[in-house]
Structure formats: C-alpha cells, structure tokens
C-alpha cells in the first residue's frame, strides 16, 4: 500500500510540473468593489466641524484635529511647532509629567505637530479608554498653560536638536534647497523647527499669541474613525470640545518667491562624507492646480515609484545610489518640484548627468504609452490600500479638508486618472518643469567633487554652508 | 482609584478576546509551511514569506551576503524577467519589500485580492528557480546598491556605525552577531556568483520557509492555487537548528568613537537572554520602566529634571541566539557622558533594590496590550507577526499567549529579573564629537 501511495506522489508531482507553464502570467479576476467609507457630520455651535467614519473592525479609536494654521501664519521661524510641542507640557489641570503618566497608563498616544499649512493633533486610543483619553486630549488642546518652566526646557532642547540637524547631510541638502528656492522669508523656505537665531528669539509670548490667534474651534476640523457611533461621539464633544471659544482667525500675507533665471549650484562640503546629497528642482506648483492629475502621472513616472526612470536609471541599471527619486510639493501655496538621490561621491558629477538627462527627457518627448499605463495602474490599483486602517482612513479624509476637495473626491479618481493622455503629460512637463532653471544642491566631500561638478557646466556655482550663507 | 482599576479589569477580558485570530495552518509534501487568516474588511490580500536564514548564518569573509542576497530575489528568477518583479506589483497597485535581520530574511506584498494568484506566482518562481536567471552583471548591479544602502545608512549617517561598534565589544569574533547584517565593503565586494548559488541551495528551500496569506481571499481557492505553484519545488537539504549561544561580558568594557557630530551620545549594553526565555517578557517591561515616555525613570532624571540628556531609549534586543538590552543616552552639547552612565547605574540600582511601582508595572502592561491590538490593524502587520511567531516559536497564532506573557508579571519578577542581568559586567561606547575624547566614559 505505501508503494502505491509514493508511486501517485511521484505522478502527481511529476503531471504537477508538466502541467503548470509557469512562464504565463495567471489571470486576473475581477476587481471587486471598494466601499468607501460613509462620512457622518456634524458641527458644534462654536464652529468646529465633526466628521466621523465608523469603523467596527477593531476596538480602537483614531482621531485627527486638523487646524486650520501652519507655518503660514508664524511671526518668527520655528513658533507654529514650538506651540504644539508645549501644548502638552502644562495644563490648568494638570502638570507636564502628569499629562505624560495619564496618557501611557490608557497606552494611548497624542501627537501635535504643525506642517506648511495645517497644524495637526493625532490620537490613537483603544475603545475602552476613549473617554478617558479625550479628556485628557481636551485639556491639552483647550488649557495650556505655557509654563515657563518647562519653556526655557523646551527651547534648550529644540536649541540642541537644531544643532544635531547639521549633522544629517540629508536634512541639510533639503533644508538649504527649500531656503534656495524661496528666500528667508517665504514660509515654505523655513525650516519647520526654526534655527538657532530664531528659537533664540522666541519668547514664550509668541507662543501664547499663536496659540491665542490660530487654535480656534471655528478654524477646526475633528476627524473620527473607528468603533464608536454617532451618538457617543456627540455627547463627547459636547461635553468636552463645546466650551472651547472661537474667534476671528488673523489673515497672513505671502512674500513675493525669487525666480531663478538660469540653473544655480549650491555645495555645502561635508568632509569625508561617503556620499553627496543630491537635491534639483524649483518652484512648482499649487495643490489646487487644474492640472493637478496629469503631473502626478508625470512624477509618477520620472520618479514617483520603484520602477520610475530616476530610480531604475540611477540604482538599477548604473548603480549609483540605494534609492533616487522625485516629487511635487503641492501645498496651499505652490511648493517645491524636487529630485533628490545620495550618491557614492566618486560618481556625484555622472548622477548630475543622469539626473539633468531625465529632467530634459521628460519635457521632451512622449512617455510611453507603457509607462503611463503602468502609472495609472499602480494609482488607480492602489486605491484600496489606503483605505485599510483607521489611521489611513483618517488621512484620507484630512486630506480633503486640509486641501478643500469634495467629499466624492476617491469616487472620481479612476475616471480623472484614466483620461490623460501621453500628450497631456508631455504638455504639463513642458508648462510646469524647467531645468535650465533649477536650483542644484549637493553637499558632500567638496575636494573631491567639486572639480568634476564645475567642468559640467550646468550653472554658477556657488560654496556655502551649513546653513546655506555663502562662502567667499 | 478603585473604580478605575475595576475599569481596566474589565478591558483586559475583552482584549484577550479580540487578539484570537482565526488560523489555519498545514503543510506541503515539500516542507513548505503555509499559513492562511482570512479577514475580509478591505479587497486585499498580504502575501508574507519568511526564510530562516539571517546575517547569523554566514560565513567569516563573506558577512553581509544574507542581506545582498535578499536584493538578488528581486532581480528576476526563470520566468520572470529582469525587474519585473517590482513592474508587476506595482502595476498591481501593490507594495512589496523585504528585509533582512540576524536571524531572518523576509519578502512580502500586499496587492488587491484579485492579484492573489500573481502574487504566488511570483513569490514562487523566486523561490524555486531563482538560479536559471542568476548573472554576474546583477550581482555586480545590486553588490553597487547594496554598498550604496551601507553608505546611506552606516558610513554618511550620524553616529550610524555605533552599533557595529558596539557588537564588536559585545560578541566574540566567531559568534554570529559579532558582524552587522549590512556587512563590511570588503567582503561585499568579495560575494561571487557560486557564493549566491551555494546560499540558495542551502537556505532557499520550501523546508526553510513559511508562507503567510492574510486578508480577503477564498480559501479552498488559494489552497490550490498554493499546491499548483509551490508543491513542485523540490524540498532542500535539511538546514540546521539554530543554537541559542547567549554571550557574557566577563567584565566592564569601553570605547570611545570620535565622530563628526555635534552631541556625545553614550550606549549602553548588558547582555540578556534569547528571544525564547521565560525572561523575555519582563525584560521588555524592564526597558519601558527605564526609558518608555517622558515619566519612565531615566527621562524624568536625565532629560526632563537634570537636563543634561537630550533624549534617552531602552530597548530590549531579544534576538534568537543572544540577547541584550540596550541603553542610550544623547548628552546635551559637552556633557561629560561618565556623568550620564554614573546617572543610568545609579537609576538601575534602584530599581534593583528597591523594585517598582504598582502603577509603573500597570501602566507597562497596558500599553503592551494596547499595542498588540494596534500592531493587528493592518493585514500586512498581522501576516508579518504570525510569520515571525511561526518561525520563531512554531507557533504561527501566539498573539492571545504573548499577551499573558505581559499580564501575568508580578511586581516582586521585575527587579529580581532586573537584578539577574544589569547588575552584570557591561559594554559602554562613547561617540564624542571630534576632539572632544575628555567626554568619553570610562
């Protein structure tokens, strides 16, 4: 009997690997359907907009408070970040450490931080600790006390921290690059921490007055997604968010951005260093942009993804870098286009060439009718993945209130994304990309590349340092 | 008070419930262990393949060559072209990626549900006929990146090469975390192709790996699927089990590192026990107890109350042959990092003798079982943690045991483990800014 069975394994097997032609791709089954999320609304009587997603997967609660202020309305580089980090160190309830015990006993987290435009306060929380976690968030958002105490801590160690900063080649090629591209004064050119001088300058006052003029609930929006129904979360901010007072939100103005009339090269020397960082590119373009969709299948195929040419021409076929790639900042405001790649040092001058020969390229010619099939794919296909998790569904939903989209934005995506066409992209690259007028930054081993860098002549050089001042 | 502990009770029963997931675990004739946890909340499906083979397994001269290897899986096998691996998934809409540890190398993909049966395509073509495509061009090609990858995360990093550093004082030249998993330039450049395929036929067998599928598909559909393409690859040669070698420091050890950066930073390490003891848990809660969050024992001293620390982490190391818990401590600008390490012994001491707080163990354990339910949000998160329990353990559906290894600590357990291992000889590295050797602690 066991030779018999041993005997049909050996068959099995043996018709198994005549069978399967494993040089054909399987087939694809259909797409099944993607349900997005159902967004439930509400608004409190001081003007902070509610949106809930119900999430019954897990019992965990994630919340999002987008504000509506960033590093748009500082007075002085580094206040917008300062304020959210002192949010949580002093209440009129309670002490910084207490703060810090109440919320790792529930095991729950509670971050505030500030971007370009938006401030944002994130809370992740099991279902069983909601209430108790909201309180706490409630406090931290409503009554800060700002103590000085813990000020004069703070600032030493943002102080310390900024100084570390010059230590990462990475921070430091795209920090002198945003400065390069937008001046001093133009907020997208800060540092979102400040620097050493500013910090210096900022008094606990500028704080409270940030504070004061851009927390505001009218100028708010809470994001809820998770196990939780429409009815606890009323009682909650009602309870909890309804006595927080609005008010008029100041207006803010926007520097005028240098234009960059012929291609500039900044090198910062870092010596030693094992690799150059490569940062290219210039001002690019508004989020609200009417052409937003056919420049991110653009990005997506210069250097959007693994397989986009930047990385593909710099990692996989010449192997110059670990990973090199390329991307549209688009806020409220236009931001920064930028290509950005460390490389070995011996090879920083034929990365430039690679880098400087894709840019051209893709305002030059046509995309594939390959590629951009590949880009729309891997957009439209991805769709799902970021509906997963409370936490993504969360950002999702942000994404739209930061930004001003309609709530069926995910809805239309496929039909937008499919109806560009090659020419589309070739006319968005032409209208929107200008090499020969791009900042180059690179900081690296200078006695060793800055010879070869010169010889290329792509632009005036010019040597700076860490902090992108000029050096005669 | 009372009430809210009565509260916690009640949250930790219902915790226990939902960290059961439903598993099915068998086996293919070849050895090849699979795994399926279905869970049909979002079209998609994570594809999560673990090889039991990590830097640990390599061979002196040749370190970094599991990690150089895992990049050479992505180049294409027989019936997958040259970079299509990557083209394919991510015109699926999918991510992919793997990664390499001392003691595992692991590949994963989270693609929507109806590329499934690609998806095993793939993972199989790579694991059963990677040879046939194998060239020395990508080998040079990928030898590049990977010296690049060192480059971008040890050599141009800021207090990046630490760790090596610290390795070195701590494991004897043959044990095998003596090297790091990037490994060292020269034996990367030293890797050749038979080196590849001797690797490959060692450990790239379906008896030296598991498959974990997760997430909304049809079971009695992707069994088959799973048999069509993985049940002819031919089973390997057995591989070796993996020896717990636990290290000891004979005695105190230093060394100092001058670096270009701005700040001293002071690390720490006593050596533990292997991922496997009994200890492992306490360990963890031990490390929490020191440095997790701003009121943990040496935050609130070194950072928030002397404020000669910029910032402060503990962490438990637990790996499969050795292990170790780490200590670091990043001085504010000139601090003298013998105070710092005088200030970390002295706060160890303490909890030594004089043991922990009922709210400090509390507090522990209840962010260990919040986590453990945020670590299960994602289906790439769960195929990954039952794919490293499966490996580690043989037992893929440990989340609800891993939880009462945490609940069940008593309070009098943390400072006698505490006592068993940081009261021993350890290793300190001082990384000091250049020139500034007067930091360093001795």
């Given at each position: 009997m066991k030779k018999v069975l041993i005997l049909l394994f050996v068959v099995f097997n043996f018709l198994n690997s005549q069978v399967l032609d494993r040089s054909l791709k399987p087939q694809t089954l259909a797409t099944p359907k993607l349900k997005l999320p159902v967004m439930q609304k509400a608004k409190l009587n001081n003007g902070l907009q509610i949106i809930l997603v119900e999430h019954h997967e897990l019992p965990v609660v994630q919340m999002q408070m987008v504000l509506n202020c960033g590093l748009l309305q500082e007075n002085i580089s580094g206040v917008a970040n300062l304020t959210a980090n002192m949010l949580d160190e002093g209440t009129t309830k309670r002490t910084a450490l207490e703060i810090a015990d109440d919320i790792s006993f529930l095991g729950s987290n509670i971050n505030i931080n500030s971007s370009n435009d938006a401030s944002f306060a994130t809370v992740l929380t099991i279902k069983e600790n909601l209430e108790s976690t909201f309180e706490i968030f409630s406090d931290i958002i409503l009554h800060p006390t700002f103590p000085e105490k813990e000020w004069d801590r703070i600032k030493k160690q943002q102080l310390a921290s900024l100084q570390q900063q010059k230590d990462m080649p990475a921070f430091v090629a795209s920090n002198i690059f945003s400065k390069t591209l937008f001046g001093d004064e133009h907020p997208y050119g800060r540092n979102s921490s400040g620097t050493?001088?500013?910090?210096?300058?900022?008094?606990?006052?500028?704080?409270?007055?940030?504070?004061?003029?851009?927390?505001?609930?009218?100028?708010?929006?809470?994001?809820?997604?998770?196990?939780?129904?429409?009815?606890?979360?009323?009682?909650?901010?009602?309870?909890?968010?309804?006595?927080?007072?609005?008010?008029?939100?100041?207006?803010?103005?926007?520097?005028?951005?240098?234009?960059?009339?012929?291609?500039?090269?900044?090198?910062?020397?870092?010596?030693?260093?094992a690799q150059s960082e490569i940062r290219v590119g210039h001002i690019g373009v508004a989020r609200n942009n009417e052409d937003f969709f056919a420049l991110t299948l653009l990005n997506t195929i210069l250097g959007g993804q693994f397989t986009s040419r930047i990385n593909m021409n710099l990692r996989e076929s010449k192997g110059y870098t670990y990973g090199a790639r390329s991307g549209f900042a688009m806020n409220k405001y236009p931001g920064a286009f930028t290509i950005s790649a460390p490389v070995k040092s011996s090879v920083t001058d034929s990365s430039l060439i690679e880098i400087m020969k894709e840019f051209n390229l893709i305002i030059s010619e046509n995309v594939t009718e390959k590629e951009l099939q590949l880009a729309k794919n891997s957009i439209i296909r991805s769709l799902p993945q970021g509906f997963e998790t409370p936490s993504q569904i969360a950002s999702q939903i942000s994404n739209l209130v930061v930004n001003n989209l309609p709530d069926d934005y995910y809805n239309t995506l496929v039909e937008k994304y499919s109806a560009i066409s090659m020419e589309e992209i070739l006319r968005v690259g032409k209208k929107y990309l200008s090499p020969n007028k791009s900042a180059i930054v690179i900081v690296g081993d200078l006695p060793l590349i800055k010879e070869s860098i010169a010889k290329l002549n792509f632009g005036n050089i010019i040597v700076a340092d860490s902090d992108g001042n000029k050096i005669k | 008070m009372k009430k809210v502990v009565v509260l916690f009770l009640i949250a930790s029963q219902f915790l226990v419930a939902q960290t059961k997931l439903k598993i099915e675990k068998y086996v293919l004739k070849n050895g090849l262990q699979v795994i399926l946890h279905e869970d049909k909340s979002v079209p998609l499906v994570a594809v999560n393949v673990w090889y039991h083979v990590g830097s640990a397994r390599e061979k002196i001269k040749r370190t970094g060559f599991a990690h150089l290897f895992e990049h050479m899986m992505f180049q294409g096998s027989q019936n997958i072209g040259d970079d299509k691996h990557f083209e394919m998934v991510q015109d699926a809409g999918g991510n992919l990626n793997g990664s390499t540890t001392n003691d595992r190398t692991n590949y994963f993909e989270t693609v929507p549900s109806q590329f499934l049966e690609m998806a095993l395509w793939l993972e199989s073509d790579r694991m059963g006929f990677l040879l046939p495509a194998m060239t020395q061009a990508k080998l040079d090609n990928q030898r590049d990146v990977v010296k690049n990858e060192r480059r971008q995360r040890v050599d141009n990093q800021p207090y990046g090469r630490s760790f090596e550093n610290i390795q070195w004082m701590m494991y004897e030249k043959n044990h095998p975390y003596n090297w790091p998993v990037i490994g060292y330039m020269e034996d990367l450049s030293a890797a050749s192709l038979d080196d590849v395929k001797e690797f490959f036929s060692f450990y790239y067998a379906p008896n030296n790996a598991s498959l974990v599928i997760a997430g909304d598909f049809d079971k009695e559909q992707t069994k088959i699927w799973v048999e069509k393409y993985f049940g002819g690859i031919s089973k390997g040669k057995e591989v070796e089990v993996v020896k717990e070698i636990q290290a000891e420091n004979i005695e105190n050890k230093f060394s100092t590192l001058e670096d270009r950066v701005q700040l001293p930073q002071l690390m720490l390490s006593f050596q533990t026990s292997p991922l496997k003891s009994e200890d492992d848990a306490v360990v963890d809660v031990i490390a929490d107890i020191l440095a997790g969050g701003k009121t943990s024992r040496l935050y609130k001293t070194l950072v928030y109350e002397k404020q000669i620390a910029q910032s402060v982490s503990a962490f438990n190391y637990s790996r499969e042959i050795s292990g170790a818990l780490f200590v670091t401590v990043m001085g504010k600008p000139n601090q003298n990092l013998n105070e710092l390490k005088e200030i970390v012994l002295s706060e160890i001491n303490k909890l030594v003798a004089d043991g922990i707080t009922e709210r400090e163990l509390q507090r522990a354990k209840n962010s260990v079982k919040a986590n453990n339910i945020f670590q299960i949000q994602s289906i790439s998160g769960k195929a990954d943690q039952i794919n490293a329990y499966n490996t580690f353990y043989g037992k893929p559906n440990m989340f609800e045991e891993e939880l009462n290894k945490y609940t069940k600590i008593k309070i009098n357990e943390v400072n006698k483990v505490a006592s068993k291992y940081l009261t021993k000889p350890f290793v300190a590295l001082s990384v000091v800014p250049m020139g500034k050797k007067e930091l360093e602690a001795k």
């Open positions: 050493i001088e500013s910090v210096n300058k900022i008094t606990i006052d500028d704080l409270k007055n940030y504070y004061k003029e851009n927390y505001l609930p009218n100028q708010s929006t809470l994001i809820i997604v998770g196990d939780v129904k429409i009815e606890e979360v009323q009682k909650l901010v009602n309870k909890y968010l309804g006595k927080w007072e609005n008010g008029i939100a100041k207006s803010f103005t926007i520097s005028q951005t240098p234009t960059i009339e012929s291609t500039k090269i900044i090198l910062i020397d870092k010596p030693q260093a | -």
